[in-house]
């Protein structure tokens, strides 16, 4: 169920009964926001929706920029929900390419003609991050933390961090990101790469609407066309990707790890306080105790 309702400024505002509501701010320039639950878990209802979406992208011929946000201050993207129908997920059907729709949606969102900004505010994990990377600009504020942690949990990550983050930093930190298994905070993604800057939080929202309001006020021909010529030179293939969900389905919820996951969810996994605020202290040994953070 959608309708509209017209703000105060003039900006059409689709609201919608879904995780992605999208903002018209004008005919060039969309801001959609994120919401699912509690900590902003991604789970096979988004991966429909942000597909769907993702088509609306591609066939809006005035569109040229969209700033994706979150509606929860904590959580841009929190991680895949570890809790998710498996069945539901491994009965999707192939999407056009030949992907899983799960890396489909990574895949393509990267490559649409309008460019993509993430406003990351928050904690953005795991799949959060596979988002983060698929869109062309992430912009953070002060307390934004990145980072992947599924080798901690004994899974090897689906949605290619691996090809992303290596163009984007160079071979050593991205191991370092990926095998480390560690929080990233906003200063240090910055300084490696992970994100574009930092903003003061009280700047952040400002900084990215200006920015989007001067590219959509660019000619959108140019745009794509700059665009598409640096998705030629770094974006990785398409066969990158099966690879990297192909993987991850192998390694993930294997018995052998069954006790780390176990570990975490006593911890409060997927809740909006506990091990979710600083999760990548909680992946260390096993027999360290989970507590608040000294």
Do not use: C
């Not at 969102?109 to 983060?132: C, K, N, Q, W, Y």
């Not at 959108?220 to 993987?247: H, I, N």
């Amino acid at each position: 169920m959608r309708h509209h309702n017209h703000r105060d400024d003039g900006t059409d505002f689709m609201s919608v009964d879904e995780q992605f509501s999208v903002q018209q701010v004008s005919p060039t320039y969309w801001r959609v926001t994120f919401s699912n639950g509690a900590i902003n878990l991604v789970d096979p209802d988004t991966i429909e929706q942000l597909a769907a979406l993702i088509t609306r992208i591609e066939q809006d011929p005035g569109l040229t920029v969209v700033v994706f946000r979150s509606a929860n201050p904590d959580f841009f993207m929190a991680h895949w929900d570890l809790l998710a129908d498996k069945a539901r997920v491994a009965a999707m059907k192939p999407a056009a390419s030949g992907l899983h729709p799960y890396a489909d949606n990574v895949y393509r969102l990267a490559r649409v003609p309008a460019l993509t900004i993430s406003e990351i505010d928050g904690r953005a994990r795991g799949a959060g991050s596979e988002f983060a990377l698929a869109t062309d600009i992430r912009f953070a504020g002060p307390g934004a933390v990145l980072g992947h942690f599924e080798v901690g949990i004994g899974s090897v990550p689906g949605g290619n961090p691996t090809g992303r983050l290596s163009r984007l930093m160079g071979r050593g930190r991205a191991l370092e990101v990926l095998l480390g298994a560690d929080d990233v905070p906003a200063d240090l993604a910055a300084a490696y790469g992970y994100v574009n800057r930092v903003l003061p939080a009280s700047e952040l929202e400002a900084f990215v609407d200006d920015f989007a309001r001067r590219v959509a006020g660019f000619d959108k021909a140019a745009v794509r066309g700059t665009k598409q010529l640096v998705d030629e030179v770094t974006e990785p293939s398409v066969e990158e990707f099966g690879s990297a969900l192909g993987a991850f389905f192998r390694t993930s919820g294997r018995e052998e790890n069954v006790h780390r996951v176990k570990r975490l969810f006593d911890g409060g996994l997927q809740q909006p306080d506990g091990v979710e605020l600083d999760l990548g202290r909680h992946l260390g040994p096993s027999d360290r105790p989970l507590g608040p953070a000294v």
